[in-house]
Structures are given as structure tokens and as C-alpha cells.
């Protein structure tokens, strides 16, 4: 499954390519991928076309664009740097300016209410799931990761043509996007992924059927709402957008390692309250998102502690160095496109990261420790495995 590296090389992707672009139409080829969505294909079609997508934002493993009408007024600050998309020859002529002596007495004007968008299309990639763009012709500075520039290559899609993947589940139909990209595909193999239009709501907020969700939602305005007040918190819900509002299923996940406004220092105290094995608390998605299997195997073997080390035991500094190590490998991953094993992780071009060659020990079993020289040692771990170094990573005596 995509940690947060993959999805935040994907994030980066649909921010430069499809940001500000307008859901023209929506087509959906497989109804299973939008089996969270309440309402079917159809109600997801209504509530996506002639909307437009004003950022695109990451918490942890979830990857959201919330939503926002053509010709509704919403805060600039909700896009990264929206300056750099911005086009000039949509600015008005001075000529075609209304004289001043003409304009509505100031006193009689209506400020308008500041709104944000209520709703946002949420992604979740499961194993295999992929959000390509198609069309996109893109310039100049492409930042982190691989390019952006779709290849024309054999079996790929192109600005020329209309090709569609085989395993293609739901296509929106853009248009105004600032790289010209005419198509978001999602693709996915193992369906195990999913689309959905989903209710913002404030960080923290409880599940949709507890009875206190049920109370706010009695007196909030509805889902098919194109935009609510500004909330009173102002601290942002997710990398890529200022908006401290999130998708409704994501309002229960923990702030990611990468997130600006993570509490660090209050992280370290929840991680030794708890009493379970480190890998555990790495993989809670309720305590910090966005770290899977892959990636606190190798934080663990960066940070020299062995998986099923009681986290009740663990120094303030062990925790620190585990959580600083998890920090830094999935920077590394990043700068490199994220993880591939397979075809089944791409970024929003259909590229591959390449981390996988850079890999300590996790899918490297009785290979050598790239530190000491001992053979990595594979234990079974949740229907799953966990690699580590004897030497470098002594075992507790609870797991020998």
C-alpha cells in the first residue's frame, strides 16, 4: 500500500497539473471504486461536475481536493503559491473598468462572507490505486521527484490521444486546468482503492454515526452546500492547503511525521504511554499517520531498536530518534518519487519512484546488513513481516 511518500508525490503532482481545473463531466466505468461514496455513481457525478479544484492536500496515507463552485468566492490561501497559476490574459483590460462615478455608494455595499469549500473529492489508493493525469503539457521548474511532463511513449497516454488503461475505473473530464491536462484517471488493478465526495469537517471531529456527529449535523448546513463559514480554528488540516477543515472518514487520523504543525514533543509522550511493541505504535494511524510497513522497518533499523520493543520501556530519547529516523526516510523516499516494486505505484505520470534501491533491510532477508555485515533476519509480524538486524537491533527477551 502507498505510505506517504508515494502519496505525497502524488499530492505534488495533481497541485502543479490539475489545481484551479473544472470537473467538466465524470465517468464511472466501475461502481465498486466508488462504494464509499453515498449516494452511487450517480450522486457522485452530480456532486463533482462544474466543480472546481482548489488544492490539493495530504494527511498521512489520504490524499483530498476540495471542492469549490466556478463562481464562488474562496480564500486564495487555501492553494500553495496561488500566484504561479494565475493566468495574465484573464486579467481585466483598464480600459473596460467601470467609472468610479457610476460605482454603488460605498455605505450601501454588502461585504461578501469569506466561505470555504464543504466538500472534497477524497482518494484512498489501497494497494494499487493510481491518479494519472492525461494531457497535461507542463514548463520549466517540475520541483521534487520525477517529472512532470507526460512521456509519449508506447501504451501511454499523450495530449494527442484518447487512451484509456485498462484497468481505468472512474475518469473526470477537466477543463481550465493550468497545465491544459484534459483527464484525472483513476486506475486500479486489485479495486481495493476508492473515490468519494465527502463532507469537510473540523480536525478531530467524530464519526459520522456517533451521536455527537449526529447533533452537529443538525445544526450544519448540508452536504450539497457549495461552501460553509470559516471554522474558528485556523491551523491547517493537512499539507497543501491552509484550510483547517478535512475530509469526514480522515478526521480520526493522526497528523503525519511531515506535517508542519505536528506536536512533536506531545507525539513522544503519547508513543511511551502507550504499552504495546514500538512497530505497533509506528502503524497506528491514530497516533501518527502515513508510516507503513516499508518505512518503520528501515526507521527502526536507522534508529538501532528492534521492533518489538515495549514502547512503556523506550527512553524519551529512543522515541525521538525512531520518530526523527521515520522523518528522515520518507524525506529520502520523496526526493526520489516514493517506492516501487511493481507497476502498481506510479506517479501522477505513470512513473516509478526508485527508494526501493535504497532500502536497508526491509525486503532484504538473509542479505547483509548494509551497517555491519550480519544477514537481515525476516519475522513474521501482524500476516506480515518485519526485517531487522540482530546485531544493530537486539531483540527484547520478549521476542527471542
Same mark, same amino acid.
Not at 461552501?227 to 487520523?253: C, N
Not at 525521538?320 to 526520489?336: F, W
Given at each position: 500500500?502507498?505510505?506517504?511518500?508515494?502519496?505525497?508525490?502524488?499530492?505534488?503532482?495533481?497541485?502543479?497539473?490539475?489545481? /484551479?481545473?473544472? $470537473?467538466?463531466?465524470?465517468?464511472?466505468?466501475?461502481?465498486?471504486?466508488?462504494?464509499?461514496?453515498?449516494?452511487?455513481?450517480?450522486?457522485?457525478?452530480?456532486?463533482?461536475?462544474?466543480?472546481?479544484?482548489?488544492? +490539493?492536500?495530504?494527511?498521512?496515507?489520504?490524499?483530498?481536493?476540495?471542492?469549490?463552485?466556478?463562481?464562488?468566492?474562496?480564500?486564495?490561501?487555501?492553494?500553495?503559491?496561488?500566484?504561479?497559476?494565475?493566468? %495574465?490574459?484573464?486579467?481585466?483590460?483598464?480600459? #473596460?473598468?467601470? &467609472?468610479?462615478?457610476?460605482?454603488?455608494?460605498?455605505?450601501?455595499? $454588502?461585504?461578501?462572507?469569506?466561505?470555504?469549500?464543504?466538500?472534497?473529492?477524497?482518494?484512498?489508493?489501497?494497494?494499487? /490505486?493510481?491518479?494519472?493525469?492525461?494531457?497535461?503539457?507542463?514548463?520549466?521548474?517540475?520541483?521534487?521527484?520525477?517529472?512532470?511532463?507526460?512521456?509519449?511513449?508506447?501504451?501511454?497516454?499523450? +495530449?494527442?490521444?484518447?487512451?484509456?488503461?485498462?484497468?481505468?475505473? *472512474?475518469?473526470?473530464?477537466?477543463?481550465?486546468?493550468?497545465?491544459?491536462?484534459?483527464?484525472?484517471?483513476?486506475?486500479?488493478?486489485?479495486?481495493?482503492?476508492?473515490?468519494?465526495?465527502?463532507?469537510?469537517?473540523?480536525?478531530?471531529?467524530? %464519526?459520522?454515526?456517533?451521536?455527537?456527529?449526529?447533533?452537529?449535523?443538525?445544526?450544519?448546513?448540508?452536504?450539497?452546500?457549495?461552501?460553509?463559514?470559516?471554522?474558528?480554528?485556523?491551523?491547517?488540516?493537512?499539507?497543501?492547503?491552509?484550510? %483547517?477543515?478535512? %475530509?469526514?472518514? *480522515?478526521?480520526?487520523?493522526?497528523?503525519?511525521?511531515?506535517?508542519?504543525?505536528?506536536?512533536?514533543?506531545?507525539?513522544?509522550?503519547?508513543?511511551?504511554?502507550?504499552?504495546?511493541?514500538?512497530?505497533? $505504535?509506528?502503524?497506528?494511524?491514530?497516533?501518527?499517520?502515513?508510516? /507503513?510497513?516499508?518505512?518503520?522497518?528501515?526507521?527502526?533499523?536507522?534508529?538501532?531498536?528492534?521492533?518489538?520493543?515495549?514502547?512503556?520501556?523506550?527512553?524519551?530519547?529512543?522515541?525521538?530518534?525512531?520518530?526523527?529516523?521515520?522523518?528522515? *526516510?520518507?524525506?529520502?523516499?520523496?526526493?526520489?518519487?516514493?517506492?516501487?516494486?511493481?507497476?502498481?505505484?506510479?506517479?501522477?505520470?505513470?512513473?516509478?519512484?526508485? =527508494?526501493?534501491?535504497?532500502?536497508?533491510?526491509?525486503?532484504?532477508?538473509?542479505?547483509?546488513?548494509?551497517? @555491519?555485515?550480519?544477514?537481515?533476519?525476516? &519475522?513474521? =509480524?501482524?500476516?506480515?513481516?518485519?526485517? #531487522?538486524?540482530?546485531? @544493530?537491533?537486539?531483540?527484547?527477551?520478549?521476542?527471542?
Amino acid at each position: 500500500m502507498p505510505e506517504l511518500p508515494e502519496v505525497e508525490t502524488v499530492r505534488d503532482g495533481l497541485d502543479r497539473l490539475v489545481v /484551479g481545473a473544472v $470537473v467538466r463531466d465524470v465517468e464511472v466505468f466501475r461502481e465498486y471504486s466508488v462504494r464509499r461514496h453515498d449516494g452511487g455513481p450517480d450522486s457522485f457525478r452530480d456532486q463533482l461536475a462544474g466543480r472546481r479544484l482548489v488544492a +490539493a492536500v495530504r494527511r498521512g496515507k489520504f490524499l483530498w481536493l476540495p471542492l469549490a463552485e466556478p463562481s464562488s468566492q474562496v480564500d486564495p490561501s487555501l492553494r500553495v503559491d496561488p500566484s504561479s497559476r494565475v493566468d %495574465p490574459s484573464s486579467r481585466v483590460d483598464p480600459s #473596460s473598468r467601470v &467609472d468610479p462615478s457610476s460605482q454603488v455608494d460605498p455605505s450601501s455595499r $454588502v461585504e461578501p462572507v469569506e466561505t470555504h469549500p464543504a466538500a472534497a473529492l477524497l482518494a484512498h489508493l489501497g494497494m494499487s /490505486g493510481q491518479l494519472l493525469v492525461r494531457g497535461a503539457k507542463v514548463t520549466g521548474e517540475q520541483g521534487p521527484g520525477p517529472s512532470a511532463v507526460l512521456a509519449d511513449e508506447p501504451g501511454r497516454a499523450t +495530449a494527442a490521444d484518447d487512451w484509456r488503461h485498462p484497468h481505468l475505473r *472512474v475518469r473526470l473530464h477537466l477543463t481550465g486546468a493550468p497545465s491544459g491536462a484534459r483527464y484525472l484517471d483513476f486506475v486500479d488493478q486489485r479495486t481495493f482503492g476508492h473515490l468519494s465526495v465527502q463532507d469537510l469537517v473540523p480536525d478531530g471531529a467524530p %464519526p459520522s454515526n456517533s451521536p455527537a456527529s449526529k447533533a452537529r449535523a443538525s445544526t450544519t448546513p448540508p452536504s450539497n452546500s457549495p461552501a460553509t463559514k470559516a471554522p474558528a480554528s485556523t491551523v491547517p488540516a493537512g499539507y497543501g492547503s491552509d484550510l %483547517p477543515l478535512l %475530509p469526514q472518514p *480522515v478526521a480520526h487520523i493522526a497528523r503525519d511525521l511531515l506535517d508542519p504543525n505536528l506536536d512533536l514533543e506531545d507525539l513522544v509522550r503519547r508513543v511511551r504511554r502507550r504499552r504495546t511493541q514500538v512497530k505497533r $505504535v509506528l502503524l497506528d494511524q491514530t497516533v501518527v499517520s502515513g508510516v /507503513g510497513n516499508i518505512y518503520a522497518d528501515e526507521a527502526l533499523w536507522r534508529a538501532k531498536v528492534h521492533w518489538a520493543r515495549p514502547t512503556e520501556k523506550l527512553r524519551v530519547a529512543d522515541v525521538r530518534r525512531v520518530l526523527d529516523s521515520a522523518a528522515e *526516510v520518507m524525506r529520502e523516499a520523496l526526493a526520489q518519487g516514493g517506492t516501487s516494486f511493481d507497476e502498481l505505484y506510479v506517479n501522477v505520470n505513470g512513473q516509478s519512484g526508485y =527508494f526501493d534501491r535504497s532500502l536497508a533491510v526491509y525486503g532484504r532477508e538473509n542479505e547483509e546488513c548494509r551497517r @555491519c555485515g550480519t544477514l537481515v533476519r525476516r &519475522d513474521a =509480524f501482524m500476516n506480515r513481516s518485519s526485517f #531487522s538486524c540482530p546485531v @544493530c537491533q537486539p531483540a527484547p527477551r520478549s521476542a527471542k
